[in-house]
């Protein structure tokens, strides 16, 4: 079967089922060799064990490394974090083996523009094996679906359980990886605040399956919403889209989607282009963290724009309206939530010393101090009081750098003779990371953006909004976007939607 296939690496030089080798102190089955025989057999008997009602045999898991063989990095996510630093892991010095529930990067500053057409999907996703091709190409470097359960750090071995997408005929199995380094890239999830009803009613904005139902959700409701027999009341509902958050994902979102109004929907669903209606609900101000004219200018343009923007904090989420700390109902048809992201409940599992808001604690240097050989980067990850650093935004441009900072400190540390477990511990690492914030930008559609480069909000810098910051937005994200390939989408996109208009296809 291909899932045996891609989860074992075959040799040819054995001939026997009996060589498989097998770890006597660890207990699991090393499967980055393997013979010709059961590559031949295995398959026709884990395939009759499905047939009979058995789960087929699971081979346990990546054994750690031995002399002569390259130390092993394993990295859990697939971010900005951990994307960029196996981009700049050196492979001559270090197998990669990533283990993620996606197998692809999403460049999250444009996710929105896919939600209404501008963008399709495939530009905002670059594979794994692209960014780093050794872990399609070298034999002891791998990719696997899942997550991590488990870390036991004392033993260098992580806990994985594979992601089968709901499939009844392929049951999620377990398995063990040693490492010798290992990074905790794994991110965030998106902030509830414990509010009932936002996971059984809202969309979130963070993965590519996110935008591909709130499109699908936000096109079946224009097209119900024409169809003979349909009340005024639920029409207004189902034509009212909600967005909770103010800042850049909630108003990016909110620009796209009434650009997207005012150019495509006007002129093509003409019976219902008076009742179509987006509102903006902030418990703040929107944009706190950009320039005060700069949020004013934004305020003005959403408000031309079609945009209501309402001040207040939300107490519950029911199906079809959430209500308001004020106890006003909101109706919806459509609700995307982006207020922001908190540790995932696997970070708030490990037994690690946390910073002030439950993330990760590591020191200058990504390192998790009570942990050897374990560094963190990313959203997933926070300055322990002891460093006298404030914690880092979770933001895409912090997440990348530490990922790159952390690579090539891996890397130096490999050259160095570091690169095996339990061999780094007094060696000295060099100068710590420092983090120095290249400014913000946001669209807020009509061809209008807002650029602000200052360090700071109280810092000086240029800032500025209009058309020009627009380009200066698209062209700054263009050569951002990771392969030359989506490059190349992304600009054939603009150019399509320009000259044709967004596509209104439900598929």
């Known amino acids: 079967m291909l899932w045996i296939k891609n989860l074992v690496r075959f040799s040819p030089t054995t001939s026997s089922v009996g060589n498989l080798f097998r770890n006597p102190e660890s207990g699991y089955t090393l499967t980055s060799r393997f013979c010709t025989a059961l590559q031949q057999s295995e398959p026709v008997q884990a395939a009759t064990e499905v047939v009979n009602g058995l789960e087929p045999h699971r081979y346990d898991g990546l054994a750690p490394t031995k002399q002569g063989e390259k130390p092993r990095v394993l990295v859990l996510g697939s971010g900005w974090a951990g994307c960029r630093l196996m981009k700049g892991i050196d492979t001559r010095i270090y197998d990669v ?12 500053p444009l996710l929105a523009s ?14 794994i094996s692209r960014i780093q091709p050794a872990i399609s190409r070298e034999p002891g470097s791998y990719y696997f679906m899942a ?23 392929l049951k999620p199995w377990k398995f063990k990886i040693a490492y010798d380094k290992l990074v905790l890239a794994c991110g965030a999830e998106a902030s509830t ?14 993965e590519v399956h996110h935008a591909q139902e709130i499109r699908r959700k936000l096109l079946l409701n224009l097209m119900l919403s024409e169809v003979p027999g349909i009340s005024e009341d639920e029409k207004k509902r189902l034509l009212h889209c909600v967005v909770v958050g103010g800042g850049p ?11 997207f109004i005012m150019k495509d929907v006007r002129q093509r669903y003409a019976h219902v282009k008076d009742d179509i209606r987006v509102t903006l609900i902030e418990a703040r101000d929107i944009l706190s963290s950009f320039d005060d004219r700069l949020r004013h200018y934004a305020i003005k343009q959403l408000n031309k724009s079609g945009v209501k923007l309402v001040r207040g904090i939300v107490k519950e989420v029911k199906p079809q309206k959430l209500i308001l700390d004020d106890g006003t109902e909101v109706p919806y048809g459509l609700l995307v939530w982006s207020t922001g992201v908190g540790p995932s409940s696997f970070v708030r599992s490990l037994d ?3 910073d002030s808001g439950g993330r990760i604690g590591i020191d200058e240097w990504m390192r998790v101090p009570s942990a050897q050989d374990v560094f963190a980067i990313g959203d997933c990850s926070g300055y322990l009081e002891s460093t006298g650093k404030s914690t880092l935004p979770a933001l895409a441009q912090v997440a990348e750098r530490e990922g790159k900072y952390l690579a090539n400190l891996l890397n130096v540390m490999g050259k160095a003779g570091g690169g095996r477990a339990f061999t780094a511990k007094e060696m000295e690492l060099g ?7 290249l400014g913000s930008m946001a669209t807020i559609g009509r061809y209008k953006a807002l650029v602000d480069l200052r360090e700071s909000k109280e810092g000086k810098g240029i800032s500025m909004a209009g058309f020009v910051s627009w380009f200066i937005w698209r062209s700054a994200y263009l050569t951002r976007v990771v392969s030359w390939r989506n490059r190349f989408y992304v600009a054939i996109n603009w150019l399509t939607t320009f000259v044709f208009g967004r596509d209104i296809s439900r598929i």
């Open 114 to 127: 896919t939600c209404v057409g501008t963008l399709e999907f495939r530009s905002v996703a670059e594979p």
């Open 193 to 206: 605040f414990g509010i009932n009803g936002v996971l059984e009613n809202a969309i979130f904005l963070r």
């Open 431 to 437: 100068a710590p990371f420092v983090y120095k914030h």
């Open 352 to 354: 690690f010393p946390k």
């Open 147 to 169: 997550n991590c359960s488990k870390l036991d750090s004392e033993n260098h071995e992580v806990h994985c359980e594979t992601v089968t997408d709901g499939l009844s005929t």
């Open 249 to 259: 994902t909630g108003v990016e979102f909110s620009g796209e989607l009434s650009d």
């Open 97 to 108: 083996v990533c283990v993620s529930p996606r197998n692809h990067m999403v460049f999250t």
